[in-house]
């Protein structure tokens, strides 16, 4: 009941919710003898912002990924999510915690010996949802990410771009307050990231906070989205219609 009520809390001024609070969180890399990955990390990110995040490798990004996800946990400082103090939180509670998560990755990470109806349902069975509502919820699903006619296929006959809205889907199927993409056009050509990243903009226009680290200059510097840039664990800028720069 405890967590429940934090939920409730975490509004700014004007009563916004801030969905994502980093309040002077550090962490160091755990194989590099103490080497900072995060520096007096201060941010808040508002319900239904679209952020990116960007830098150069071992900027920092991938480590900040994994603290929203609580796979890591900080040196110091404070990381709420969701209204969850994640430093507080007991390891039997990270599972309902990240149902609250949407996460997409580069490599799609789908089943591969499953269609694509299943490796969508499959998010929802791990939270018992009754098969009545799987059997109508996957089709929507599909439906809005543009997959309707491939509920039967397997991974490998599908392309990258179809991939990687399977793994879309299959994020947003329970509802998530919070989509976290991971590169998630990485892997994907021109016109496919195009498509991904329309759906996510679609996607948050529905109300879906979405936090997306990228390497991708030219998507960056065409959404014109609020734009944190890390540079070796520090948080070098924060623009509300920023671009991706050299600092």
């Known amino acids: 009941m405890a967590d429940r009520r934090k939920m409730k ?21 755990s ?11 201060n941010l808040k990110i508002q319900k239904g912002e679209f952020v990116f995040i960007v ?12 603290l929203l996800l609580r796979e890591l946990t900080a ?11 994640l430093g507080k939180m007991h390891h039997r509670q990270v599972p309902k915690f990240r149902r609250g998560l949407g996460v997409v990755f580069q490599d799609f990470r789908l089943l591969k010996d499953r269609n ?18 799987i059997r109508k919820d996957v089709p929507n699903m599909l439906s809005m990410v543009g997959l309707a006619g491939k509920y039967k296929a397997k991974p490998k006959q599908l392309s990258g771009g179809e991939q990687q809205r399977v793994a879309v ?18 892997n994907l050509d021109y016109r496919n990231t195009n498509d991904i990243m329309k759906l996510l903009e679609q996607i948050n226009q529905s109300g879906t906070t979405v936090v997306v680290v ?10 014109h989205k609020r734009v944190i840039t890390l540079k070796q664990g520090v948080i070098v800028s924060d623009e509300k219609e920023g671009e991706y720069i050299d600092e």
């Open 75 to 85: 040196d110091s400082g404070r990381v709420i999510v969701n209204g969850y103090d």
């Open 169 to 186: 889907a299959r994020a947003l199927i329970n509802s998530p307050t919070i989509l976290l993409a991971d590169e998630p056009t990485g």
């Open 116 to 133: 694509v109806f299943e490796n969508v349902a499959f998010a929802e069975r791990i939270v018992m949802k009754r098969e009545k509502d």
């Open 31 to 41: 194989d590099a003898n103490g080497v900072p990955a995060l520096m007096d990390i």
């Open 214 to 223: 990228t390497h991708n200059r030219d998507i960056v510097n065409e959404m």
């Open 9 to 29: 809390r975490g509004k700014g001024e004007g009563g916004i919710r801030n969905v994502i609070v980093l309040d002077n969180v550090n962490i160091a890399y």
């Open 55 to 66: 830098g150069d490798s071992g900027s920092g990004k991938s480590t900040l990924i994994k």
